[in-house]
C-alpha cells in the first residue's frame, strides 16, 4: 500500500506542478486502507474541504487504477489537526491583504497575519443566497443598451454585446471577451448584457445571470474556503446560465483564484453556458494569466472597444445632456469634446459638474461657466503637446525625414505632411500662426494659414484622409 501510496503521490505531483503540489499536496498521510476505502489524512478542516473539491475525484480514480481493490478516498482532518488558522494556511488565503473594506457579510477577509480561531461562519441568509446561486452584483440602472452611444470605437463591441445577450452562446460568441481602456464602457456593456438577458422578454427569459468583478469573485472564493462553503460556491456558480466576469487583469498574479476560474469556465462552457468577460488589454496581452486560460478566453469572440473619437464624445455629450433635461448649447458641447479627451468617465463626469452647477445657481450652461466651473479638470487635460513632437509623430507616421519639415522640399510627399503637422500644431498647441510658421523653417503665417485649411478641406472630402489624421491627433493627445 504504501509503495502504492507513493506511486499515486508521483502521479500527482507529475500532474500538477511543484508548486501546486507543495501548496496542497504534500501534507496528505496515508491513515490505512479498510476494505475498499483508503483513509487520507491531512492536517486541517480547511485543507480537507479543498482537497476534496479540487482533487477528489483524482485520488479516487489514482486509487482505483492501482487494481488494489480501492474505490473510495476518504479525506479526513488528522486528530490534533486544530482548526485551520486563514493566516497560517497555505495558498489563496496567503493572499496580499485585500485593499477594500467588505461589504458583504459572506466575503469575510481580515489582513493576512491576522490569526483568528474559528474561521467566519457566513449569515445564514448569505448561504441561502449563495445556495439558490443569487449572485447578482447589483447592476447599475443607468448601463443599458438604451442609454449606451454607439460609435465607431465601440460600434463591433457593441454589436457583439447585442448578439450575445439576445442569443447566448451562439457559435462563436463563446466566450465574449471584451476589452479596452480605462472608461471606455466595458462595464456599461456588461451590465446592459445583463439586463438584457435577465429582462423577462430578453434572449434569455429564465436564465440566470451571475455577474461580478474579477475582484469579488476572488473575495468570495476565499472567503467560501474560509467558511468551509467551497462546495457551495461552486455549485452556485456553475448552476448560472451566463456568468459575466469584470476586470479579469485583477486576476492577474492570483494564480489559486485564477484555476478556480478556470475550472469553473470549463465546467461551464462543456455545457454550454455563456461567458462574458471583460479585462484593460486583449488576452495575448494579459501576461501573468495562466497560458492555458488565456488560450481559452482568446477562442470566442474577441471585441475591442478604442478610445473615443471627437463624433463619438459630442454624440455622448448631446445624449446625456438630453437626459439630464438641462440645455446645454453646442459651443459648450464641443469645447468639452476638444479638451476632455481621456475617456468617457472624465467627459460625463466634467458635465455632470456643470449641470449640476447650473442647477444649484440657476443659471444656464455657457462658455465662460464652463471654464469657470471646470478650470481646475481643464488644466489637468491642457494639452501639453510641442511643435517638436508633433514634427516628430508626423514625420514618422508618413516615413519622411524630420528636417523636411522645416526644408524648403515642394515635392507633395513632403509638402502635405508638413502641412499636417502645421495643423495639428494649430489644433493641438496655443501658439499663434507666425511661431508656428518659425518652427517650420522660417515659413510665413500665411503658409501655415493656407496649409490649416488646406487640411480642413481634404478632411471632409476624403474620408480616409480625415481617419489618418485623427489618429495621429489621437496619439499626439495621448
Ligand atoms: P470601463 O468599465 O470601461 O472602465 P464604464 O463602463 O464604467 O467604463 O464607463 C464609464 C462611464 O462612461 C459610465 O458612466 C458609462 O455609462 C459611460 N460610458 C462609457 N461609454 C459610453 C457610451 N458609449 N455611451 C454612453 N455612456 C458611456
Ligand atoms: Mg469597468
Not at 490505512?32 to 477528489?56: C, K, M, N, T
Not at 447589483?138 to 439576445?166: I, M, Q, W, Y
Not at 492555458?292 to 470566442?300: E, F, S, V, W
Request: net charge neutral; charged share 25%; proline share 6%.
Amino acid at each position: 500500500m504504501d509503495a502504492a501510496w507513493a506511486r499515486i503521490r508521483g502521479r500527482l505531483r507529475a500532474e500538477v506542478g511543484e508548486a501546486e503540489y507543495r501548496t496542497w499536496l504534500r501534507q496528505l498521510t496515508l491513515a490505512g486502507v479498510e476494505g475498499e476505502e483508503a483513509i487520507v489524512h491531512v492536517p486541517s478542516r480547511f485543507l480537507r474541504d479543498w482537497l476534496r473539491g479540487q482533487y477528489g475525484d483524482r485520488l479516487r480514480a489514482l486509487w482505483q487504477a492501482e487494481g488494489l481493490g480501492v474505490r473510495r478516498v476518504d479525506i479526513r482532518v488528522a486528530s490534533g489537526g486544530g482548526d485551520p488558522l486563514p493566516a497560517a494556511a497555505p495558498g489563496p488565503v496567503a493572499e496580499p491583504a485585500l485593499a477594500e473594506p467588505l461589504t458583504e457579510p459572506l466575503a469575510a477577509t481580515r489582513p493576512a497575519g491576522e490569526a483568528r480561531a474559528e474561521p467566519p461562519k457566513p449569515s445564514p441568509e448569505a448561504r441561502g443566497a449563495e445556495a439558490r446561486g443569487d449572485w447578482a452584483a447589483p447592476l447599475d440602472p443607468r448601463f443599458t443598451f438604451d442609454s449606451f452611444v454607439v460609435g465607431k470605437p465601440n460600434e463591433f463591441a457593441h454589436a457583439c454585446a447585442r448578439r450575445v445577450a439576445e442569443k447566448p452562446n451562439s457559435p462563436g460568441f463563446n466566450p465574449l471577451f471584451l476589452y479596452g481602456g480605462v472608461g471606455l464602457g466595458k462595464t456599461h456593456l456588461m451590465h446592459s448584457i445583463a439586463w438584457a438577458i435577465r429582462a423577462p422578454q430578453g434572449g434569455g427569459a429564465g436564465r440566470s445571470v451571475a455577474y461580478m468583478s474579477a475582484e469579488k469573485f476572488m473575495y468570495r472564493f476565499i472567503a467560501a474556503l474560509r467558511s468551509q462553503s467551497t462546495m457551495e460556491f461552486k455549485e452556485s456558480l456553475r448552476s448560472v446560465d451566463v456568468l459575466m466576469i469584470d476586470d479579469l487583469q485583477f486576476l492577474i498574479g492570483k494564480d489559486n483564484t485564477q484555476e478556480e476560474f478556470f475550472h469553473t469556465f470549463n465546467a461551464l462552457v462543456d455545457q454550454g453556458k455563456q461567458i462574458v468577460v471583460s479585462s484593460d488589454k486583449p488576452p495575448s496581452d494579459l501576461a501573468g494569466l495562466e497560458d492555458r486560460l488565456r488560450t481559452r478566453l482568446g477562442c470566442g469572440m474577441v471585441a475591442d472597444i478604442h478610445a473615443t473619437t471627437y463624433e463619438l464624445r459630442i454624440s455622448i455629450l448631446e445624449a446625456k445632456a438630453v437626459s439630464a433635461g438641462v440645455p446645454v448649447p453646442p459651443k459648450v458641447l464641443e469645447f468639452l469634446a476638444h479638451k476632455i479627451t481621456s475617456n468617457v468617465r472624465e467627459l460625463e463626469g466634467a458635465l455632470n459638474r456643470l449641470i449640476a452647477h447650473a442647477n444649484l445657481f440657476g443659471r444656464p450652461v455657457t462658455l465662460e461657466s464652463c471654464q469657470d466651473v471646470l478650470h481646475d479638470v481643464l488644466r489637468a487635460h491642457d494639452r501639453r503637446v510641442t511643435i517638436e513632437e508633433i514634427q516628430k509623430r508626423v514625420a514618422e507616421h508618413y516615413n519622411i525625414r524630420l528636417t523636411d519639415m522645416s526644408s524648403a522640399r515642394r515635392a507633395r510627399n513632403v509638402a502635405r505632411p508638413r502641412q499636417v503637422a502645421m495643423y495639428l500644431a494649430k489644433q493641438l498647441t496655443s501658439r499663434s500662426l507666425p511661431e508656428i510658421g518659425k518652427k517650420f523653417g522660417n515659413r510665413d503665417h500665411t503658409t501655415v494659414m493656407h496649409a490649416v485649411s488646406r487640411i480642413a478641406e481634404l478632411m471632409q472630402g476624403d474620408a480616409g484622409f480625415a481617419e489618418d489624421v485623427e489618429l495621429l491627433r489621437r496619439m499626439l493627445e495621448t
